[in-house]
C-alpha cells in the first residue's frame, strides 16, 4: 500500500494550531481489546494510526472496573489475543478466571511488548466525528482540543463502556460515600465497621457481594430482580498445564473460532429431552460440580426450548436452597419470570453463602421498593436504611451507548443518533449506510455479548483490514453498505431473535435498563461461527453489498 511509515508520531495540539488538523490513515476510538487489535493490526500494514482512549491507559473495561472481586466469567486462556503467538507464549495466566489486577496487568504487558500505547491519546475523549464528504475523510475532534483527519475511523468503543445510574429520586442528595462500580476508585476503600448498600444483583453486583459482605459492618442488598448464578469453581492453573496449553494454543484458538460462543468452554450437539430424566439429572449435576458455564453448555437448545430451559432453571433454584439457610431469603433470591441464560448467566463463588452471615440483609424491591435516595440512606415502601456508602452495581448503557455519547455525522448530515432513534441498525454489525469509512467493532448487530469479545474484536479488525487492502488495490476512496444490504441483515438478526428465549427477558441486551431507549434484540444469535460465514460471504461476493466512490473523489484533500 502505498502510504508514509507508520512510525510517524502525530505531535501533540497546542493552543495555536487546534484547528489545524494532523493528517493520518486510520483514526481508532478506543483502547480496550477492539482498539489495541485495530491499532496493532493496521500498523503493521503500515497505516499511520491515532487511537484515542477517555481511560489513563489500554485495557478498556478492566481499566475501569475496579471494584472489589472484580473477575472475568471466561477461561483466562480464552479471554486472551490469538494474533500474536509471541504474547502466547511469554504471558502466563495464573487462575482459571483471571482478577482484574491480572487482567489489566496482561493488556499492560501487551501494550509494552508489542509498543502499543505510542499511538494512543489517554485521558482524551472524542467529542464528534464529522465526514467530510468533499474530501472523504472523517474530521475527528476531542475534548482537549486534537483535530485528527484520516480516511477511515473504527469505532472500538466496546459494547459495556457508558455506566448507567438507576433512575432513583434523591441520588445527588447522599452525604456518604457513593461508589460506581465501573468507576471505581483507584485507592483502597474499606467497608470495615460500615453500614454498606449495594444496588444493582448482576454479574457485577454479585461480585461485590460476596467480596464486601464478610468485610462490612453490615451490608444491605438491595435486589429488584434476581439473576440466576452458579459455581465459578475457580482454581490456580499448574506449571504443567500452562505448558500444554501454550503447546496447543493453536488448536485452541481454531476451537474457539469454530464454537458458538467463541470460546472453549464446554457446549454440546444434545437435545435436552434426547436423553432420560436420570440421565438430564447426572449430566447437570456433573456439570455443577465442573463449575463455570458448563451448564449452559449441557444442552444444544435450552435457548429454544421453554420447557427444557424451565427444568434446568428449576435444577438451579433448587441449589440455593441447599446453601441458604434462611427459606425465606432463600425463596426471595431464586429467579422467577424470565428463561435462565437468556440475562447473562452470572458465576460466584460464595453469593449465596454471604446470605448467611448474620451482618448481611436482602432487601426485596419487588415487595419493598426504593422510594428515593436521601441525605443519610435509601428509602423504601417500608420505611429508611441508613447507611454509610452506598454501591451502585447499576450496569451500562450497554450496546448502543458508547457511539451515541458523542456525535458521529456521516453524509448529508445525518447522525448515529438519528440513524438509530428507533434501535441500532447497520450491515453486519460493521458498517452502516451513509456512514462512508466508518466501521464498528463487537457492533450491536453483531454476536457482540453473545460471544468472547476478544475473538469478535479481532474477526471484525481482520475483516475491515481486508476491506481496506481491497480498496488500496483498486485504488477506491469511500465504502458503505448499501441501505437494501442493511435492511436485510436487519431482517436476518430480527427473524434470529424471534427465535430465541434471549428476547424474552427485559435486560440490557434489549434496551430495557435505560429509561425511553428502543426495546429490541437487535443482537445476532445465530453463533459466533455462522456470524464469520456471513461476514466472509460479504467479501468473497466481490463487495456487491456495498457502495464504493474512486480515488478522484479524494483529489481535493
Sequence with gaps: MNVESAETQIPAQTATDRQAAARVDVIVVGAGCGGMVAVYKFREMGLRVQGFEAGGNV???????????????????????????????EWTWSEEFAAQPELLAYFNFVADRLDLRRHFRFETRVNSAVWDDARALWRVTSDRGD???????????????????PEIPGLDRFR???????????????FAGKRVGIIGTGSTGIQIVQEVGPQAGELFVFQRTPSFTMPMRNRKLTPDYVAEVKRHYAGLRQAARNSPNGGVRPSSTRAFFSVSPEQRRGLLEDAWKQGGLSVLGTFADLLVNEEANEQVAEFVRAKIDDVVTDPVVADKLKPRGYPIFARRPCLDSSYYETFNLPNVHLVDCLTDEIVEITERGVRTRSGEIELDMLIL????????????????????????????????????????????NLFMTTGPNGPAALANIIRISEHDVDWIAALINHMADNRLATVE?????????????????????????????????????????????GGFPKYVEYCAAAATDGYRNFVFGNAKRSAAA
Design 59 to 89: 485495557g478498556g473495561v478492566w481499566y475501569w472496573n475496579r471494584y472489589p472481586g472484580a473477575r472475568v466469567d471466561l477461561p483466562s486462556i480464552d479471554y486472551s489475543f490469538g494474533f500474536s503467538t509471541v504474547i502466547e507464549q
Design 147 to 165: 483535530v485528527v483527519e484520516a480516511p477511515y475511523c473504527v469505532m472500538a468503543t466496546g459494547p459495556l463502556s457508558v455506566p448507567k445510574d
Design 176 to 190: 456518604g460515600e457513593l461508589h460506581r462500580a465501573a468507576r471505581w476508585p483507584h485507592e483502597p476503600v474499606s
Design 393 to 436: 452495581a447499576t450496569g451500562y448503557d450497554g450496546l448502543t451507548g458508547a457511539l451515541l455519547a458523542f456525535d458521529v455525522v456521516g453524509r448529508g448530515g445525518v447522525r448515529v443518533n438519528d440513524k438509530w432513534k428507533e434501535g441500532a441498525r447497520s450491515y453486519l454489525g460493521l458498517m452502516m449506510a451513509g456512514f462512508p
Design 481 to 525: 453498505p448499501t441501505a437494501k444490504a442493511e435492511d436485510d441483515w436487519m431482517e436476518i438478526v430480527r427473524a434470529m431473535a424471534g427465535r430465541t428465549l434471549v428476547s424474552k427477558a427485559k435486560t440490557w441486551y434489549v434496551g430495557a435498563n435505560v429509561k425511553d431507549k428502543p426495546l429490541g434484540l437487535t443482537l445476532f444469535t
